[in-house]
């Protein structure tokens, strides 16, 4: 069992900033990659960014530029650093983790989401 605790979301003005971020805790052997996935409301969820173990990045087109995603290793934590942000990021915001338990099986895990809206 993996647990993911997401925090940071809440409300902000277009153009404000806020930071993400997911605490991984239970048993895993390994994770690879961390991510953010967002569903506003009548859409599907979709990825907004992801990091690897190794260090590589992945962006939505939309947010490139203004949003940043990082991981710290050693505490099993994702953040994602939001800047300039638009009524149109306004959405749950998911935390997602690949990764391989002790039993040799790739898992994907799900934390239960935060709410990001951006309104004046």
């Known amino acids: 069992q993996v647990q993911l605790v997401e925090s940071g979301g809440g409300l902000v003005q277009p153009g404000g900033s806020l930071r993400l971020s997911c605490v991984a805790s239970?048993?895993?052997?390994?994770?690879?990659?961390m991510g953010w996935y967002r569903q506003a409301p009548g859409k599907q969820r979709e990825l907004v960014a992801s990091?690897?173990?190794?260090?590589?990045?992945n962006y939505a087109d939309s947010v490139k530029g203004r949003f940043t995603v990082s991981r710290d290793g050693a505490k099993y934590t994702v953040y994602l650093q939001m800047n300039s942000l638009r009524p149109e990021d306004t959405a749950v915001y998911y935390c997602?983790?690949?990764?391989?338990?002790?039993?040799?099986?790739?898992?994907?895990?799900w934390g239960q989401g935060t709410q990001v809206t951006v309104s004046s």
């Open positions: 997602n983790t690949d990764r391989l338990g002790a039993d040799g099986t790739r898992y994907a895990d």
């Open positions: 239970g048993s895993f052997f390994k994770i690879y990659t």
């Open positions: 990091i690897t173990r190794g260090g590589t990045t």
